[in-house]
RNA sequence: UGGCGGAUCGUCUAAUGGCAGGAUAGAGGAUUCUGACUCCUCCAGUCUAGGUUCGAGUCCUAGUCCGCCAGCCA
């Protein structure tokens, strides 16, 4: 897939164009990737991923690392860490040696703390966590000054550092910025900077018993790495003049700016770690990397391809405007892809018997086909006809309108890649229902369509004898309205009891028995499918990462609404 | 009754005072050994009311609606 077509310029990439063109930063551009470890990345973070190295590959020089915004070591694990990394390579983007951790700066960021208490612009506070809420006033009044506001600098640095030290007990006291109680930007009422805790870090260890909060780490950590454009999402739009007034009242390095857009909203899905993490413990789904989950290990496992996601993340362009995507968007940016590049093959999810009366018992006939249709380089691939084949329950009806495509009694399809075959007869059950087909092949319509008569269409098949049985999984979406976050009560609770249908009975053609395992194919007529990792060598699992476009789901829907 | 931000086809997104364009979805058609792909055609939009201007999606004024903010989360 093409990365290049619509390159898509947002305001963003202006506004750092123009910073470039007046030699701010001396010219240089460097962003950053801060994901904080505590839970898998979802294609909201793609969007950042792809928007901040992104933009640093567009411009000679450009740089973009990954920081670890490890400040609050109760919620983080390596686990993350891990994940994190190996999904921003998988999506095709590379940090080089420039990884970093805000813990690195712990040392750094307590001298920007005493810094900050030495210029009287930070205090220790003995108030409790509530007796500062009740201080902080609410959105409408002024919040009161804390009576510890006016220490001494002496004092607020002796109690700085017995709190680094471990003399107080957690939540007992915190470091706080004096700015003004009375903005009406809640963020300037004299936030935190330092809390204690003492909770084993997933890097630093028992080091530290006190921990820096965002606002303080991360701006400063932005300026310690030489960050010219600090790319976030809207909600930390109140936070830039915090941001800016660490920058301004400290002497940094470096002088980030930073710049907010809008996070991704997708229909049908919910994209908080909060909520993602509650569907993962509720056993909802079957870990973080369910296929039906919007995470890029979700995705991955369904079968999706990093150029289809980047492609979507270029789609969907960066704004700041309110948006919920449609989900058909990432659909087709997966199918645009995969038509391309996938290897054809052919399965039945729901067969049903066919006889072929006039085919020798104990022939097999080996036949070609094409990998893929439109690209002869892709190669060929080997089937075998067989006296008994097996079609999909859904092809075959008794009798049916000449919109039917398929094969109905008396009537005549081509076998995709194979013969033509007309039905003679439906065998059926005691309880009438059609249990098996006796057909008849046409021995000169391989490769040859019939002189004098046209066949209804063209439906796909497997050998009876000559396949693989195995298993494929089937996902609708994780909630059934476009808008779950909007739903009230438990999200666990929520979830469409039909996101995944699991078809044990699949019979697949023999080359599928060892699929390639970094890359979908396409099952003819029935959409892209990925090698899933619970598959065995004797069980082969599919998940169905997209159907195809199915033009006769839709008539059939709106003939079914019309009568 | 506080602060910050946002509003353009159904959806996402361009247009930086000068032809409202693209993508996707939708409708119709062509083609077809995938009811796929591809190709062609069509439908469809500037939140409201005033104002400035030769000219306004864009600037001004007043509204409306939506989002975020009162963690020692990020």
Redesign the pocket.
Known sequence: MNDTT?P????IR?IIAQDLAERLNGGRLHTRF???P?GYLHIGHAKSICLNFGVAAEHPGGLCNLRF?D??P??EDVEYVDSIQEDVRWLGFDWEERIYY?SDYFPSLCRFAEALILAGKAYV?D???A???DY?????EPGRESPYRERTVEENLDLFRRMRAGEFP?????LRARIDMAS????MRD??LY???RVTHHRTGDDWVI?????F??GLSDALEGITHSLCT???????PLYDWFLDNLEVPARPRQI?F?RLSL?YTVMSKRKLNALVRAGVVRGWDDPRMPTISGLRRRGFTPESIRQFCR????????????Y??L??CL??DL??RAP?AMAVLNPLRVVIVNFPEDRVEELTAPA???NEAMGTRRLFFTREILIEQEDFRESASK????LVLGGEV??????VIRCLEAVKSDAGEVIALRCEYDPA?????PVGRKVR????WVSASRCVVGEVRLYAPLFHVPEPDALKGEIAEQVNPDSMTVLADCHLEPGLADPRRDFAY?F???GYFFRDPDSTPEHPVFNRAVS????????EK?QAGAG
Request: hydrophobic share 25%; with cysteine.
């Open positions: 619509t898509g310029a947002d305001f202006d801060p994901p904080e505590n915004d400040t609050n109760e919620k805000a506070c108030l409790s966590a007796e500062m809420r902080r006033g609410t959105l409408t957690d939540g007992s006291r915190v009406p930007n809640m963020n936030p935190a809390r204690i805790r921990y820096p909060t965002y606002d780490a991360h809207l909600e930390f739009e109140d936070h830039r907010e809008s229909e789609l969907i362009g960066i704004s700041k405007s309110p948006n919920r995507v449609e058909a968007l659909e087709n199918r645009t038509d391309a054809r893929h249709p439109q919109e039917y495509k398929r081509r076998l995709r890649n194979g013969y319509t391989l490769n040859v369509n269409g063209v439906i796909h396409q003819e007529r029935l195809l476009r199915d033009t006769w789901a839709k008539i709106q």
